[in-house]
């Protein structure tokens, strides 16, 4: 199963990896981050996810930290 | 399988302060991931310059120095020069702002082309002096807003932007010249390509490399981050082309 790993604390939310994902799968959450907006968070109930690791090229911050495929 | 994670030459728990969605931090993350893959981190000594390009140091795991604004093309020549003296040669490589390459610092960084210095320069052009509140650049395009050009630039008053690569290109000891930009993951994976073949060229000692990175501003264009993305795709490669201007690496 891949999937992802993203620090909420590095998150500006600039949502640039919400446009990249091929499944929509990172979705704005509930937590307020730095900028005083919501971060995203990595959701994948179908477990869609194939490791394609484009949000993580796009991410200006380094906020997912990991990308595992299987 | 872990297929991505954070290159080894990022300093560990560093957090980047740029503003949210600047292509800066996609720069320095490109630019750590081409140290690690060509195993240069311990011989690596990077010179930032003033502007937002000056965080590098906080970032970056190798050795850095400030040099004073415009002249980090100088400074590292002079570094460049010394190591090679003591028969320990470094790679040394300058990360400047557009207004610190191409306006205060225009005649180091094109004589450090003139005299061919194997070193590296990569400009982050984001078209306006980002860390000091968006005022006109050298490489503003023409009719743009900033705080001192509130009417839009004029060639009347202001006269043209800069066409840092191509200018750059024109220099006898360049041998590397290129323009990349940072809006779409093609694009980012053409500017790593692009960027590793710059610091080889310095690696097989061939001679003076440069880069020029289109990098969107959101907090002084006043635009999204995803509506800096599309400025750039639509309307600054237009102006700046992105291509390879000279490449006599394979002579």
């Known amino acids: 199963m891949s999937y992802i790993k993203i620090d909420k604390d590095k998150c500006k939310s600039c949502y640039l990896c919400m446009d990249v994902c091929p499944y929509k799968l990172i979705k704005k959450s509930n937590n307020i981050g730095t900028t005083g907006e919501y971060t995203v968070e990595f959701s994948d109930s179908e477990k869609k996810c194939i490791g394609c690791a484009q949000c993580a090229i796009v991410c200006p911050e380094i906020a997912i930290i990991e990308v595992n495929r299987e | 399988m872990q297929v991505y994670s954070i290159p080894k030459s ?8 740029f503003c949210k969605g600047c292509d800066h931090g996609v720069a320095i993350k490109l630019i750590a991931e081409i140290i690690d893959e060509l195993n240069l981190k311990d011989d690596t000594i990077a010179v930032s310059s003033s502007g937002c390009s000056v965080l590098l140091y906080n970032f970056l795991d190798v050795d ?3 040099a004073p604004h415009g002249r980090a093309c100088a400074v590292a020549t ?26 205060i610092g225009l005649g180091e960084s094109m004589h ?3 005299r061919g210095e194997n070193i590296t320069a990569i400009c982050i052009n984001n078209t306006n002096y980002g860390m000091t509140g968006g005022q006109m650049g050298p490489t503003s395009t023409m009719g743009q807003y900033t705080t001192t050009s509130p009417l839009g630039r004029n060639k009347e008053y202001h006269g043209f ?41 310095q690696k097989n000692n061939k001679g003076f490399s440069f880069v020029e990175i289109l990098s969107s501003c959101p907090t002084n264009w006043k635009l999204s981050p995803q509506d800096s993305h599309t400025k750039i795709k639509d309307e600054l490669t237009k102006i700046y082309p992105l291509d390879i201007f000279k490449d006599t690496t394979n002579d």
């Open chain 2, 78 to 103: 002079g570094i460049k020069r010394a190591h090679k003296a003591r028969k320990d040669d470094k790679f040394v490589f300058t990360y400047q702002g557009d207004g610190d390459f191409a306006s």
């Open chain 2, 64 to 66: 850095c120095l400030e």
């Open chain 2, 10 to 17: 990022i300093k560990k728990d560093s957090k980047f302060t």
């Open chain 2, 112 to 114: 450090s082309a003139l």
């Open chain 2, 161 to 201: 932007p800069i066409k840092t690569a191509e200018q750059i290109a024109l220099c006898d000891g360049t041998q590397f010249s290129a323009r990349v930009a940072l809006y779409d993951i093609k694009n980012i994976l053409r500017a790593k390509k692009i960027i590793k073949k710059a610091f080889e060229c």
